[in-house]
Each structure stands twice: as structure tokens, then as C-alpha cells.
T-cell receptor, first 111, second 111 residues
Framework: RKEVEQDPGPFNVPEGATVAFNCTYS??????FFWYRQDCRKEPKLLMS???SGNEDGRFTAQLNRASQYISLLIRDSKLSDSATYLC????????????FGDGTTLTVKP | SQTIHQWPATLVQPVGSPLSLECTVE??????LYWYRQAAGRGLQLLFY??????ISSEVPQNLSASRPQDRQFILSSKKLLLSDSGFYLC??????????FGQGTRLTVV
């Protein structure tokens, strides 16, 4: 089993749709969590951190469920520009550990 | 502010030739450093990570090696490239519990 697993893609949705991605992690001691966005042939860039109480940034909402060990990303009112691959990232609770990335979920928003 | 430099951006190398990719970080001390590879249409594969000078952890057996001669310098090398070494190589850094920052990546094509 992978340390971090994401919904298999691709997700193809029309503009204006609401779409949700899930990501599960196996290390219950994981400390911090993030969602990254990667455009084609570019490096991943931070989309948002995921806080224990859940957090929102405009059309994007991230949630953490420590009991079930998953994080989620909700995108409301999808735009064409949201088309990208979304990666979840899980960090350990010590500096000796490493960030672990999911394989990503590809989203295509169509007109 | 912190910055990460990775070069070159693209590289075409013949099979059997050596490889050296360099990554340097500015504006932070004692970062965790990472080398990832991404095949076309696939997720990020962690190749190496380092928590300090001379400390390298290898995630997968392969034709590559990594070195960290200075605190903020991370080098990815190969003595003889294989066709299967082609891919998008990304260097990244992070500090305890925080987000990872990526370089712009090197697109390597082995011919």
C-alpha cells in the first residue's frame, strides 16, 4: 500500500461544476498536509495548506479527517483555468522524515 | 526570501553518457532537500532526500546517485545514462513541517 493515495483520475467536469478530490495517508503520526497544483510540464506549486479545522480560500475548501486519515479538496464553480493535476502532500512529524506526495489527480474543466 | 535554482531546464543526452544536475537553495539553512522524477503523465517519484550535508537516503534502486557537498547544494548524477532515465527531474526543499518548494525542473531526454 502506498503511503499516500489519491483518487484515480481523470476528472472531466463542465465549467461551474463542483468537484471533490480525496487523499488517504497511512502514517497516523503525520503532522502537516498540503494540496499542490501542477500544470502541464511545470513544477508543482502550493495551492493551500490543510488545517485541522478545515480551511477555505475562495472557491477552494480543504478538510482534514485525522480519525479516518484522509484529506479532501473541494473546488466550487470550476473554471477552465482550474484544469491541472492536483497533488496531496503529507509531512511527517520530525525533521528526519520526508514529504510524501500522492500521484495526483488530473482535472479537466470543459466549456 | 528563499529561492531555489535548478539547471539546466532541458537536456538531451545520449545513452551511456554521464549526467550532473545541480540544485541550490538560497535564503534558508539546513533544509531537507529532495530529488524527484516524473515520467510523462505520471506522479512524482521520490529518488533521494537529504536532511544534512553528506546524508543521502535513496528511495529506489536505480542508475542514479545524489550528493550534498554543501548545506544548500544537491547534485543528481549518473555515470551512464539509460533510455529509462528520461523524465522530468525536480529538486525541492522544505524545513520541518512546512511546505515544499520546487525548482523549475529539468526535462531530460536520453536518446
Amino acid at each position: 500500500r502506498k503511503e499516500v493515495e489519491q483518487d484515480p483520475g481523470p476528472f472531466n467536469v463542465p465549467e461551474g461544476a463542483t468537484v471533490a478530490f480525496n487523499c488517504t495517508y497511512s502514517n497516523s503520526a503525520s503532522q502537516s498536509f498540503f494540496w499542490y497544483r501542477q500544470d502541464c510540464r511545470k513544477e508543482p506549486k502550493l495551492l493551500m495548506s490543510v488545517y485541522s479545522s478545515g480551511n477555505e480560500d475562495g472557491r477552494f475548501t480543504a478538510q482534514l479527517n485525522r480519525a479516518s486519515q484522509y484529506i479532501s479538496l473541494l473546488i466550487r464553480d470550476s473554471k477552465l483555468s482550474d484544469s491541472a493535476t492536483y497533488l496531496c502532500v503529507v509531512n511527517p512529524n520530525t525533521n528526519a522524515g520526508k514529504s510524501t506526495f500522492g500521484d495526483g489527480t488530473t482535472l479537466t474543466v470543459k466549456p | 526570501s528563499q529561492t531555489i535554482h535548478q539547471w539546466p531546464a532541458t537536456l538531451v543526452q545520449p545513452v551511456g553518457s554521464p549526467l550532473s544536475l545541480e540544485c541550490t537553495v538560497e535564503g534558508t539553512s539546513n533544509p531537507n532537500l529532495y530529488w524527484y522524477r516524473q515520467a510523462a503523465g505520471r506522479g512524482l517519484q521520490l529518488l533521494f532526500y537529504s536532511v544534512g550535508i553528506g546524508q543521502i537516503s535513496s528511495e529506489v534502486p536505480q542508475n542514479l546517485s545524489a550528493s550534498r557537498p554543501q548545506d544548500r547544494q544537491f547534485i543528481l548524477s549518473s555515470k551512464k545514462l539509460l533510455l529509462s532515465d528520461s523524465g522530468f527531474y525536480l529538486c525541492a526543499w522544505s524545513v520541518l513541517g512546512t511546505r515544499a518548494f520546487f525548482g523549475q525542473g529539468t526535462r531530460l531526454t536520453v536518446v
